[in-house]
Antibody
Framework: EVQLVESGGGLVQPGGSLRLSCAASGFTFSTYGMHWVRQAPGKGLEYVSAIRDNGGSTYYANCVKGRFTISRDNSKNTLYLQMGSLRTEDTAMYYC????????????WGQGTLVTVSS | QSALTQPASVSGSPGQSITISCTGTSSDIGGYNYVSWYQQHPGKTPKLVIYDVNARPSGISYRFSGSKSGNTASLTISGLQAEDEADYYCSSYTSSSTFWVFGGGTKLTVL
C-alpha cells in the first residue's frame, strides 16, 4: 500500500523558514516524480513544486520561486520542501503527492501538514 | 485567479447526471491530453477520479467519466448519489513555466 506521511509543519513568523518532509513507503520511490500541493484555509488546490524521479529537474509555482527549494533523498525514500522568506499568504495545508505518467497526474496523496505563518 | 476556470457550484438530485466544465487555453487543456480530476470531501485528502482526460483509476465508479473538446474539459457524474457531494478540481499540464495548473474548484451539492 502506498503511504505518504508529511511532517515539519507548524507556526512560523513572517520571514522565517521551515522544512517539510514527506516519508514514502509501499512503492519504489526512486521511480516516481513527486509534487507538493497546498491548500489555504477554505480555498482551492495550488501546485507548489515538483521534482523528477532522479531529482534532475525541479519545477516551482511563480509565487514560491526563489523562496522554496524542493529536493529528495531516494536512499531515504523522503521528499523535502525547504521554505524560506515565508509570508502570511503561504499559510496552508501542504500535501505531498506521487506523480504518475507523462502528465504526472497525482494518484496518491499524504494527509498533509499545516503551515501557519503569523506574527 | 486560477489558470483553469470552473463553475463555483453545481447541483443535482439523486439519480440525475451533472457535468462540471473546466476551461483553459491552447497552452494547457487544448494542447495536451493530460487533464485530471480530483474529488475532495470536507476535511479529507483529494482523490484522483479521472486522469489523461477520460481514464478511470482502479476502484473509481463507472459513473464518473471525462471528456475534452478544444480548450474545455468536462467531468460527468451519472446516477448521482449522496456520497458524490464534494469539491471537484480539474488539473492540466501546461506549457507555461508552472507546468501544472488547477482549476478553482466546483462544489457539487446533491439535493
Amino acid at each position: 500500500e502506498v503511504q505518504l506521511v508529511e511532517s515539519g509543519g507548524g507556526l512560523v513568523q513572517p520571514g522565517g523558514s521551515l522544512r517539510l518532509s514527506c516519508a514514502a513507503s509501499g512503492f519504489t520511490f526512486s521511480t516516481y516524480g513527486m509534487h507538493w500541493v497546498r491548500q489555504a484555509p477554505g480555498k482551492g488546490l495550488e501546485y507548489v513544486s515538483a521534482i523528477r524521479d532522479n531529482g534532475g529537474s525541479t519545477y516551482y509555482a511563480n509565487c514560491v520561486k526563489g523562496r522554496f527549494t524542493i529536493s529528495r533523498d531516494n536512499s531515504k525514500n523522503t521528499l523535502y520542501l525547504q521554505m524560506g522568506s515565508l509570508r502570511t499568504e503561504d499559510t496552508a495545508m501542504y500535501y505531498c503527492a506521487r506523480g504518475v505518467g507523462s502528465g504526472s497526474y497525482l494518484d496518491s496523496w499524504g494527509q498533509g501538514t499545516l503551515v501557519t505563518v503569523s506574527s | 485567479q486560477s489558470a483553469l476556470t470552473q463553475p463555483a457550484s453545481v447541483s443535482g438530485s439523486p439519480g440525475q447526471s451533472i457535468t462540471i466544465s473546466c476551461t483553459g487555453t491552447s497552452s494547457d487543456i487544448g494542447g495536451y491530453n493530460y487533464v485530471s480530476w480530483y474529488q475532495q470531501h470536507p476535511g479529507k485528502t483529494p482523490k484522483l477520479v479521472i486522469y489523461d482526460v477520460n481514464a478511470r483509476p482502479s476502484g473509481i465508479s463507472y459513473r464518473f467519466s471525462g471528456s475534452k473538446s478544444g480548450n474545455t474539459a468536462s467531468l460527468t457524474i451519472s446516477g448521482l448519489q449522496a456520497e458524490d457531494e464534494a469539491d471537484y478540481y480539474c488539473s492540466s499540464y501546461t506549457s507555461s513555466s508552472t507546468f501544472w495548473v488547477f482549476g478553482g474548484g466546483t462544489k457539487l451539492t446533491v439535493l
